[in-house]
C-alpha cells in the first residue's frame, strides 16, 4: 500500500497547522489551501488522494464546491467534509454529492486516521483490481499465443515422424539408402 | 480524463519500451489514459506529449519513475499457482541443500535464490516462508534471498511488506497469515524474522545482468510476457548465464520456452514444470 497525498482546505490558520502536523507525522503528504480558490488552483495541478475540506468557508467555493471540483476532475479522489455540529444535515447533503465521509468538529484524530486508512486500503483495492484484470489480459493473449506454437510445432514434429516411417518403411528402395535418405531428411530439419 | 491522440500513443509506447522492456499494445489507449492521466494532470502537462517531453528530458528520472510505476502491473499474489512452491520445498530445495552441504560439517550451506520480477514481494516472501519451516535451525544454512523489479514504488511496497486484506486473503493460509504476520487497522504487515531474511532492489531486467552473482534457483514468473519475442530471448540468455550449472528455474504456469531459449530443459515433478540448463 502506497502513501497516500492530502489536501487540507480551511480557512482558519490554527486548525491547518494542527492537521498539517499531525497528517505528516502520521507518514501523509501533505498539501494545504488557506481557501476554496487555492484548493481548486492545487487540485488541477497536482496529484491528490484525499481532500479534507472544512464545509463552511468565506467565498463562493466552500466545502461543498471543492467537493464538486475535486469530482468533477477525478472521481477516485476522495473528500472529508470536516462541519460543525450544526451543519451535519449539510454534510450528510454532501454525502449524496460523492463525499466519502465528514467528521464533527473538534476532530476527533483517532477517528480522521481510521476514515484515511479504510480510503488507503480502497484505493489500493482499486488499483489491485486494475492489474488484476490487466494481468488476465495480458496472460490470456501471451499464453494462447504460446499455447497455438506448441501446436502448430506438435503438428510439425509429428508430420516428420510420419514421413521418416514413411521412407523406413519404403520397400522399394534398398535398407541401405532408406537409412540414407532418413539421415538427409533429419539434416534437413536441424 | 485526458484523451490521447494516435501520435501521442506511439511515441509514449516507444519511450515506455525504450526505458522497460514492456511492450504495450496501442489498440489500449485505455490503459495508457487510466494510468498515466493522473501524473499528467499532477505535473500540469495539458497533453501527453508534454508529459512525454518532460519525462526524456528530466534528469532526475521522477518522471520515469512515476510512468514505470504507472505501467506496470504488479498483480502477483501470496503461494501464486501453488504448484512451484510444493516443488520447491518438496523437491527443489531439499536437493540443493545436499547439492551444496560442504563435507566439513563447520561450513555453512550457502544458497541463493532470486525473484527477478518481485512486484509488491509476495513471491519472494513465500519462499522466505517455506526456508524457514523447512529450515528451523538457520545457523547451518546461509540463505540468500534477493527480489528485484523495475517499478520503485513495488520496491518499496515489497520492503515495507504491508498489504491489504485482499492481498491477504489471496493465496495465504490462515495459519501462515497468523505466525508470519501483524494486522493493523485494515492492513497486515510481514513481521521481522520473515523480512529479515530478504531483500529487494530495484533492477530492470532489460539490463545487462552485471554484479548479481551466480544463483541456484531462479524464478522468473509472469514478466516477460509484457516484452517481445527478441526481448524473452536475450533475458533467457542472460538468465542462463546466471544460473549455476545444476541450479533450477521456474517461469510462470502459463509461459514456455521453446522457441525462445534452447539452453534449458523443462522437467516435470508432479504436476509442476521446472528447467534446468542443458549440459
Ligand atoms: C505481474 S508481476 C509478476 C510478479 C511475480 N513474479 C508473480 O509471478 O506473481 C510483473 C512485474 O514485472 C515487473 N517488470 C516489468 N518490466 C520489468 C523489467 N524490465 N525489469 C524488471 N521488472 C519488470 C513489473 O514492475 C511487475 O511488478
Redesign the interface.
Known amino acids: 500500500m502506497k502513501n497516500m497525498t492530502i489536501l487540507i482546505v480551511d480557512d482558519d490558520p490554527v486548525v491547518r497547522k494542527m492537521l498539517e502536523k499531525r497528517l505528516e507525522k502520521a507518514g501523509y503528504e501533505v498539501l494545504i489551501a488557506e481557501d476554496g480558490y487555492q484548493a481548486e488552483k492545487i487540485l488541477t495541478q497536482q496529484h491528490v488522494d484525499v481532500v479534507l475540506t472544512d464545509l463552511m468557508m468565506p467565498g463562493t467555493i466552500g466545502g461543498i464546491e471543492v467537493l464538486e471540483i475535486a469530482k468533477k476532475l477525478n472521481s477516485s479522489i476522495e473528500v472529508i467534509l470536516i462541519t460543525a455540529h450544526s451543519s451535519v444535515d449539510t454534510a450528510v447533503a454532501a454525502m449524496k454529492k460523492g463525499a466519502a465521509d465528514y467528521l464533527e468538529k473538534p476532530i476527533n484524530f483517532d477517528e480522521l486516521f481510521l476514515r484515511l486508512e479504510k480510503i488507503a486500503n480502497v484505493q489500493s483495492l482499486l488499483r489491485n483490481a486494475m492489474d488484476i484484470s490487466e494481468a488476465m489480459d495480458t496472460t490470456e493473449s501471451v499464453a494462447s499465443e504460446t499455447i497455438q506454437n506448441l501446436e502448430i510445432r506438435t503438428a510439425e514434429l509429428q508430420g516428420r515422424l510420419n514421413t521418416l516411417e514413411d521412407i523406413l518403411r519404403d520397400e522399394k528402395i534398398d535398407s541401405y539408402d532408406r537409412i540414407y535418405k532418413a539421415l538427409d531428411l533429419l539434416e534437413k530439419f536441424k | ?1 485526458l484523451k490521447i491522440s494516435p501520435e501521442e500513443l506511439k511515441l509514449v509506447a516507444q519511450y515506455i519500451y525504450d526505458v522497460s522492456g514492456i511492450y504495450l499494445d496501442q489498440s489500449k489507449s485505455y ?1 495508457f489514459e ?1 494510468r498515466l492521466g ?2 499528467a ?4 502537462c495539458n497533453t501527453y506529449k508534454e508529459l512525454y517531453q518532460k519525462a526524456k528530458t528530466d534528469p532526475s528520472k521522477i518522471f520515469e519513475r512515476k510512468i514505470i510505476d504507472a505501467i506496470s ?3 502477483t499474489l501470496f503461494f501464486r499457482d501453488k504448484g512451484p512452491f510444493e516443488l520447491l520445498q518438496h523437491k527443489l530445495l531439499p536437493e540443493m541443500i545436499d547439492a551444496r552441504t560442504p563435507n566439513s560439517p563447520n561450513l555453512k550451506t550457502n544458497i541463493k535464490i532470486w525473484s527477478a520480477a518481485s512486484s509488491t514481494g509476495q513471491e519472494l516472501y513465500s519462499i522466505a516462508i517455506i526456508i524457514k519451516e523447512l529450515l528451523p535451525n538457520s545457523s547451518k544454512y546461509s540463505v540468500q534471498l534477493l527480489g528485484t523489479d523495475i517499478s520503485d ?1 513495488a520496491v ?2 515489497a520492503s515495507r511488506g ?6 491477504m486473503e489471496r493465496g495465504l493460509p490462515g495459519d501462515k497469515l497468523q505466525r508470519y504476520f501483524t494486522m493493523f ?3 497486515w504487515t510481514i513481521k521481522d524474522e520473515i523480512r529479515a531474511m530478504v531483500q529487494f532492489k530495484k533492477f530492470n531486467l532489460m539490463m545487462p545482468f552485471t554484479g548479481l552473482g551466480k544463483f541456484d534457483i531462479i524464478f522468473c514468473r ?1 514478466v516477460a ?2 516484452f517481445t519475442l527478441p526481448d524473452r530471448q536475450k533475458l533467457f540468455n542472460k538468465i542462463a548465464d546466471s544460473l549455476a550449472d545444476d541450479g533450477y528455474l521456474i517461469i ?1 504456469s ?3 520456452l ?2 525462445i531459449c534452447p539452453r534449458f530443459i523443462p522437467k516435470r515433478h508432479l504436476r509442476s514444470i521446472f528447467y534446468q540448463k542443458t549440459k
Do not use: P, R, V, W
Not at chain 2, 41 to 44: K, L, N, P, R
Open positions: 480524463m490503459l487510466t493522473a501524473i494532470a499532477e505535473h500540469g502491473t504488479n498483480e514504488g518499496a511496497q504491508k498489504y491489504n486484506k485482499f492481498e487497522g485494515d492492513s509472469n510476457i509484457y510462470g502459463t509461459e514456455s521453446t522457441g
